[in-house]
């Protein structure tokens, strides 16, 4: 099987409870021969200053990896086989004012729905934090 790949991105901005909320992940799913789990790659380039940061923001990139791994096992549900699949992050934008952790777990979900063709299918919600949900 040759690979193939898709582009997903989701921006997630908006107000709640008076508060500005911020989160964008922008992905590149790349799909193989099914012979391995699914896995996430962090592929923002070291020198963009729009995007998050290891180490610097580790909190948000943590969140947008683990966004990834949510999306990955909603799919899955969906019945989306997952095996083979490799999710590169190639942008997690950076906001100091508004950005909010579950912001960006919730734009990486949905983010990797997106590539996959099934975005469609949930919304976001919000319970203490923004969250991810069927339809």
Not at 41 to 46: H, I, K, L, T
């Amino acid at each position: 099987m040759s690979k193939t790949s898709s582009h997903g991105r989701y921006r997630l901005k908006r107000q709640k409870n008076g508060v500005g909320n911020f989160g964008q992940v922008a992905v590149e799913v790349i799909t193989s021969d099914g012979s391995h789990p699914p896995e996430v790659v962090w592929s923002v380039r070291p020198d963009d200053r729009y995007s998050v940061q290891p180490g610097v923001e580790q909190e948000f990139v943590d969140a947008a990896q683990d966004g990834i791994c949510e999306g990955l096992r909603l799919a899955a549900a969906e019945g989306i086989d997952t095996g083979g699949l490799t999710v590169s992050i190639v942008e997690a934008e950076l906001n100091m004012a508004d950005i909010a952790a579950s912001a960006v777990r919730a734009a990486g979900v949905l983010a990797v729905l997106d590539a996959l063709g099934i975005a469609d299918r949930f919304e976001l919600g919000y319970a203490d934090g923004w969250t991810v949900v069927r339809r």
